[in-house]
């Protein structure tokens, strides 16, 4: 025999094709990675020849010493640096155990080798590492890292079948699983997708390749959310070709039409229409979000079944959503006993083509501050109005807790700064109700306007049916201006925040006996009831209240107090005057009551 055993130094590029010419390199042959590699290497090299000469019967062992070397994969897009470990080689093994390296900046541990029986054997490397979504997809998923952070503990198993010349079209030339139990990723999206850092939710991933560019995916994220997708320009620009998305509903199969549909079974919903943020997007978000304005574009179709769909502070039940594309965008029908009607979403929603929502039922409830079905995230400051589409929303049947409000438009305009709400109004028999606003992010936070204006036919049972019951006020024709402002998001409207002034004008009514309010208070100034006052007589107050034939004044609001110096109450017996505070949230009161009797 002759033996030949040697140590080489040398450059990276000629000891990989030193392992491409090696008996084992031969039987890998095309299904080698092309790749390039620079930085320095060692080879230790035992080769043992029998004589005479028997290919067959030579045997050689080797190593391969990674010394910090970078290496590139141009056809995956893949960059792989600093590694550092061992390789091990014989005439019918390759093997490689715990190498280090960078992938795409984060550290990853590399085992290698070969498995299966002879003529069908497979290349198989494993990857271990804590990564996070730009590690695993790319950059391109800039625009997905608001909902998306955190790293976890991932493993990666690339299967390459070798002889694939002499076995083409029975196997793909690859195989990936992905799997991780996203201990320490936080997903903020709507349950069932979102999940809490801490929280443990098994993900498994399978990519194989197709003809061409494309490449298969399926995906089980849970117990019971399965995907099946078909993307083209994986590594570089993936694109979903066709898929389907099943949420408790069943195993997904690759459908045969273009586009993603989606079926779903949920017992609960939170439809987030706008990226909620603390903070505006970075350069490249920016630039993701320009590059595809509207990633739900491939969404082909929705079927959904939804229990509770909650959308901003509104619960619905028992609600059906079937969204199916048209050329430009989405149809969306609903049906339930409280929400019904249909939306148009176009894909690039424009203020000359808004969405459009035309609603024959939309029942509302007013919900108390520590109703349980409100999450504690439905706070309105975290959303940012600049991100709010275009809107067209009519409804032919409001409703508030079963009273009947009527007819709703609202029109709602995009601005650099924020959201313009061009027209709001709300009309019915009993009263009718316009307004004009702005909701804006600024530098010191959110900041709201509003211009408002009430017609009313009776505005005891205005308020009523707004769920204010016991206002102390029957009839009473009413007209009333509002020009308001508050610090903070236009729905978080509240008495207490308001800076600007109520006007209004009540027409012939009666103020009732309630407590507290100022209806108990007037019954005090009946001239029939002068000398009983005097006499300090005050039994009657608990009787009924006393008629009026016009009330009047204006309101100034500012730092949680309504200030008045002209609100008078014209009564068949005396006409009353009040001026000072009212604390609207602390219920406090420092006035000054002037009667002048009708004698």
Known sequence: IVRVQGHIKGPGATLWQALKD???????????????????????????????????????????????????????????SRLRGEVHFTEADLDAKDVQMLLRDEPTRLDLDLIGRENRRALRTRLRGQWGLRMLAGAQTAALERYISGKSAWEAVLMVPTGRRERRGETPPFTLDLSSELRGTAIR?????????????????????????????????????????????????????????????????LPDAPGLAVIAQLPRWELTAFPTRSSPLSLREEKAFTDDPNPWHTLRSLDARIGTLLIGRQTFSEVSLNATRQEDGMRVELDGDTLAGRVIVPDQPSPEQPIRATLRRLYLHQALDSSPSIPKH??????????????????????????????????????????????????SKQQRIDAIGDWKWTTDGQASRMQATLHSRALGETFTAFGYAETGIARGETAAELAVAWAAALPDFALDRLEGTLKLQIGPGQLLDVDPGVGRMVGVFNVQNLMRR??????????SGMGFDHISGTFTFKQGQAYTDNLTIEAPAARIQIQGRAGLKERDYAQRITVTPKL
């Open 378 to 427: 439905a706070d309105a400051s975290t959303f940012d109005p600049r991100q709010l589409p275009p809107l067209l929303l009519t409804a032919t049947d409001v409703q508030l807790n079963d009273a009947e409000l009527g007819q709703l438009r609202l029109v709602t305009l995009p601005r650099p700064d924020g959201l313009h709400i061009a027209e709001f109004s709300l009309d």
């Open 189 to 253: 999206l709507p349950a069932p997708l979102g999940k809490s850092a801490s929280e443990i939710r098994p993900i498994r991933i399978n990519l194989r390749p197709r003809e061409h560019t494309a490449l298969d995916i399926t995906l089980d994220y849970g117990e019971k959310i399965r995907a099946a997708l078909q993307l083209t320009d994986f590594s570089r620009n993936p694109q979903l070709v066709r898929g389907e998305l099943r949420i408790n509903a069943g195993t997904a199969k």
């Open 22 to 80: 090696s008996p084992v390199g031969r039987e890998l042959g095309d299904d080698l990675p092309n790749l390039r590699i620079s930085g320095t290497n060692t080879l230790d090299l035992d080769l043992t020849i029998p004589l005479p000469a028997n290919t067959h019967a030579n045997r050689i062992k080797g190593q391969v010493g990674l010394l910090e070397n970078n290496m590139t994969l141009p056809g995956w897009n893949l960059e792989l």
């Open 534 to 543: 005097l006499s300090l007589d005050f039994s009657d107050l608990f009787q």
